[in-house]
């Protein structure tokens, strides 16, 4: 069997098909992934700018860290269960679109992030608080962040302008 036959064989089971062939499913979904994108990227994006020291540098890291947490593990939890739920609704068309794979690459890299910045930045912020400068290891967890972050958004947006060359010619 190749990829693209199980790629198919995936987009065609009923619950994705339900999915892809509904008039509303697939919109509310899409719209649900987006909205968490837009609320999750804002909070990663207003921690990444503390621990740069560029922005809200008045508060706190471990307060920020501590009190968009939750928030950002729920915004996380439904964003991927949507993700799968609209890329398995159309796997066939994404299994070899190369910006799907970078975003997938990229998805990896955020827990690589979370392991390799979890003892130096994440897992004990408090040492960063009341710090005139943030330490480098700081800095390079949020500038690595929004990095991926914003390569994610864009594999994910470049993902609808991809055309697969064709196999045969005409």
């Known amino acids: 069997m190749t990829l693209g036959e199980i790629a198919q064989t ?10 892809r062939e509904s ?4 919109p509310i ?16 994006l207003m921690s990444d700018l503390r621990l740069l020291g560029v922005a809200l540098t008045n508060v706190p890291v471990s307060e920020i860290i501590r009190r968009t947490r939750i928030w950002k593990w729920i915004g996380f939890c439904i964003m991927v269960t949507c993700g799968i739920l609209l890329g398995g609704a159309k796997f066939f068309n994404y299994y070899d679109n190369p910006y799907f794979d970078v975003k997938m690459t990229l998805l990896i890299m955020v827990a690589v992030h979370a392991i390799v910045f979890r003892r130096s930045v994440y897992g004990n912020p408090e040492k960063l608080d009341g710090l005139k ?6 800095k390079m967890a949020g ?3 929004m990095v991926i972050w914003v390569g994610i958004l864009s594999m994910g947006r470049w993902i609808a ?10």
Do not use: K, N
């Open 143 to 145: 500038l690595f962040s």
């Open 133 to 138: 400068t943030m330490p480098r290891e700081a």
């Open 161 to 170: 302008y991809f055309d697969r060359p064709d196999s045969h010619p005409h």
């Open 23 to 26: 008039g509303m499913s697939y």
């Open 10 to 19: 995936i987009q065609d089971i009923p619950f994705f098909t339900a999915i």
């Open 29 to 44: 979904i899409l719209s649900t992934h987006l909205t968490c994108i837009a609320v999750f990227g804002g909070l990663i």
